[in-house]
């Protein structure tokens, strides 16, 4: 075994021995690290307002009203153009956001533990389904969801949460990712069992902890509605797992990959805590009634840290409806998965497919495979509409595009070149 | 009007390509379809043709479409052409439910025990992808040709460190255990053993050797270029080495060119400590006489006629007498033949460059200079390999004519083309072809040539003369192609020597002026 | 494996390029697998480079 080998085995060993768990909720300005009252963070690598897409766009207006910045669209715009907000990715703050993935300082987030590194990673609450934020809308509605969140699903949650952790020391989301995986979802675009899981797991502690009937029952009544819940603190688990394993000199093994709805971003763990970047992809998914491929955006979220942790695309074999759903076969989905095998280091220990005799999914990206057997990865995710607040087009499998693999694996080789 | 399109990072083989282009061009409309990686060979090709590559960015790793038809057909013309690289309409409509893996390791997963690799990548990657299979303790079998020297060296040198062979670059044909590998003829197994730089030339004496009811265990290629000095006859060496240790091979072959001198030296010494019989044929070389342990023959069908009679126990140097004996026979008759037929020239058209060559090479015994694309000395070589001069031999497997069309083999339609022109040429007696059957060849490659010959427009001649390589075991049905070629008027020989001896004969008598 | 293994026992094989070998094989009951294969991302450049640090002499 060559310092490549050895590296890429330290990286993947690191990030296997993560273990994620929900310890508590807080609002982004008090928890999130580096974050400051005048910042909005986003989804993806790098961006400035002038660059963003209609989705991130119209995300960012939203949270610029709901933080009282501005009244009104138009207003929030000035605000912005004035270089009143200061834009930096979720990836810089221990963060990950999906769609949009816009974080400011007066929102609600989950607090992610890794119990083995006491590392934390921080996620929003999930909105719903529809006009909501992440997709880019930023009416009424949407601004008054948010404020509902924050006053109401946000305390009930947290004193759920707090009560359920101080029985349990934390909530196990490794364990909940593993039993989903094995109830048809892959936690990507499929999260309805995580969810139910989730669900099951707090509501004794929410009625325990609950003050008023009606605020619970509202909170339970927006949880169980939305099939994506689990989403953000899986994005979180993710997060945290990836954050562990740090710089590893020599490791070929992608930690990071991210979309801002304008450009794709990789981070590599053997190149310290560089972007390397490309025009995102444009998704070739189903589309829903009624949209057409003119309407879609370029891919955006942060919610391709989940193939980048072994599981959503890449454990689409686990989730033969979905790739039903989006126009494939199960033997698609199978299809899927196994050549994800061939560009990843290893076999997850935990997380496994039953449908492949229960192999460990495909973990641990190596760049270098990606280079020389010229497959990307493929994600499994929802495409948004190019204009703000439009709302979700369509969904299904999307090929990462290959410029910024290609841009990091040429730095691999100028940084490690004897 | 022509129109291209580039697919930047979609990957496909030629062959896919080429047959994809075919398809297009059988629709209404279609004047003219070209399908090629970006390379700058294909780019210049496709600019040659007037398509617009001008502007174009674009890699060698990126597909561009050409296709000459009306502007309002282009859109479904591309969608169809997409369609077709997705799902070939040639291809059987069962529904594939294997994963076809993407890699070296990923294949390895699936058929672990693997002990061979054949690959027939662009030769740009061919090499390092030969490299990683050695590396995984594979036999390479490298069909993919422009490899360079350089690498060719490398991959030798380390196959030999690990005790494993390769076979190529530019290797087109194999047997192993009797399974053919690449351009191969169906064959029994039987007590020989054949190293061979050539693959036609194997094809010819294991089909020569099946006439004769003798069976090949292995035929192992060694790529054109293994006998020169720089690359030490390294996998030739060890080819020999390992049917020197089977203890079911009795007799010994080795076919090509004459090696260099040192490496010459270390092959034959091999071959004559075998313990084994050894029958050496290196083409082109006048007659030797036999050594001990070791026989010499000069052509093809000589060296299976030997190799026959070692298996059988018989006296060679009879079966050699017969042999002789048997062309003087069929030169006697090809000069009888030739004598009423209008025209002075022969020309050859071969699909086989071992075959083209052992037919030239027959041919300019008899009469002379005999020009050529890839003639016997290099003054012969033709200016224009599309107009032959006099008596020529043309291999339309050779790299010019290999650019943006099928082999030969894989397709007759190209040489089907000129055959026709040459045989209108009133200057041309007798046309000389080879049809090689078997593994990899075209499905029934008479039938192009056949309705090429019955759609000549001339009075008298010229005369056709052809050799079919084949067994009764080849997919295409010997019988079929004999009778197909027969009903046309063509002359048939059981060997491609008889066939070059015959066809050269006939022209023989005639003035060249 | 080594030569002497190839020929004791008989080809299974790998075939990387033109699928019309792969189909071949098949009928003649060996056993074999189709290597889908792509070309490298970033060209024979970039693929020379990263074998060239691992200390991979060819390509």
Known sequence: ?418 | MKRVEVFRGEYYDSVTLMLVAKELKKIEGVADATLNMATQANLHIMAYASFPVDSIAASPDDLIIGIDCSDDLWPSVLEKAKTYLVSPPWKSREVSTEYNPKSLEGALSVLPEANLALISLPGRYAAAQASRALERGLNVMLYSDNVSLEEEIRLKTLAKEKGLLVMGPDCGTAVISGKGLGFSNVCPIGPVGIVSASGTGLQEVMVQLNRLGVGVKHGLGTGGRDVKSSVGGISSLAAIDALKDDSEISVIVAIGKPPSPEVRQKITDSLKSSGKHAVACFMGESARSDEPGLRYTTGLEECAVVTASLVRGEDPQLARERLWNDYREVETRGRREGAGISGRFLRGLFSGGTLCYEAAQVAGELLGEVYGNAPLREELKLPDSLDPIENSFIDYGEDEFTQGRLHPMIDPSFRASQLKIQAEDPSVAVVLLDIVLGYGSAANPSEEIVKAINSIDRKNGPLFVAYVCGTEGDPQVYGRQIDLLRKAGVYLFESNRRAAIFAAAAVAGKEKR | MSLKSLLNNGPKVINIGMERFYSDLREQEVETVMVDWKPPLGGKELLGKLRKIRGDSVG
């Not at chain 1, 605000?79 to 703050?93: A, L, M, R, S, W």
């Not at chain 1, 902890?209 to 949880?223: I, K, P, Q, T, Y």
């Not at chain 1, 829903?288 to 003119?294: A, H, I, L, V």
């Not at chain 1, 979905?322 to 989905?333: E, L, W």
Request: hydrophobic fraction near 40%; include cysteine.
């Open chain 1, 1 to 418: 075994m060559d310092k490549f080998e050895i590296a890429n085995r330290e990286a993947l060993e690191r990030l296997q021995r993560a273990e994620p768990h929900i310890v508590d909720l807080g609002i982004a300005l008090e928890v999130i690290p580096g974050m400051e009252r005048n910042m909005i963070l986003h989804a993806g690598p790098p961006i400035g307002w002038e660059d963003m897409s209609g989705p991130m766009i119209g995300a960012v207006t939203g949270a610029t009203i709901y933080e009282g910045w501005a009244g009104t669209p138009e207003e929030a715009t000035e605000y912005i153009d004035k270089g009143n907000v200061d834009f930096d990715p979720c990836h810089h703050h221990a963060a990950v956001g999906p769609m949009a993935g816009i974080i400011s300082p007066n929102m609600p987030v989950w607090i992610v533990e890794d119990r083995s590194s006491g590392k934390r990673s921080f996620a929003t609450l999930n909105e719903g389904l529809g006009k909501v934020l992440r997709m880019g809308a930023f009416d009424k509605d949407v601004i008054e969801r948010l404020h509902w969140m924050r006053e109401v699903l946000f305390p009930v949650l947290k004193a759920g949460v707090n009560r359920y952790v101080r029985e349990n020391g934390g909530l196990n989301l490794k364990s909940l990712i593993s039993q989903s995986l094995h109830m048809g979802d892959e936690l990507h675009n499929r999260n309805r069992a995580a969810t139910s899981l989730l669900i099951r797991a707090l509501v004794p502690s929410l009625i325990e902890s609950s003050c008023s009937n009606d605020s619970l029952a509202r909170v339970v009544r927006f949880m169980a509605g939305n099939d994506h819940f689990f989403l953000n603190p899986g994005m979180a688990a993710a997060k945290v797992s990836l954050d562990s394993v740090g710089y590893v000199e020599g490791s070929s093994m992608v930690t990071v990959m991210a979309r801002n709805g304008t450009e794709f971003g990789i981070q590599v763990a053997g190149l310290e805590e560089q972007w390397f970047t490309c025009p995102a992809a444009l998704p070739d998914v189903l589309l829903f009634p009624g949209f057409t491929r003119e309407d879609v955006n370029r891919d955006i979220g942060d919610s391709a840290i989940m193939e980048t942790y072994g599981v959503g695309g890449f454990a689409i074999a686990a989730a033969p409806a979905i790739v039903q759903f989006v126009g494939g076969t199960p033997q698609d989905a199978i299809n899927y998965t196994r050549e994800m095998y061939e560009i990843c280091l290893g076999e997850n220990k935990n997380f496994t497919i039953p449908s492949l005799n229960f192999r460990g999914t495909p973990t641990g990206i190596d760049l270098l495979k990606i280079i020389e057997t010229g497959i990307t990865p493929v994600l499994d995710t929802g495409a948004a509409h190019r204009e703000a607040g439009k709302g979700q087009v369509g969904a299904g499998i999307v090929r990462m595009p290959s410029e910024a693999f290609v841009s990091a694996a040429t730095a691999f080789a100028d940084k490690y070149y004897q």
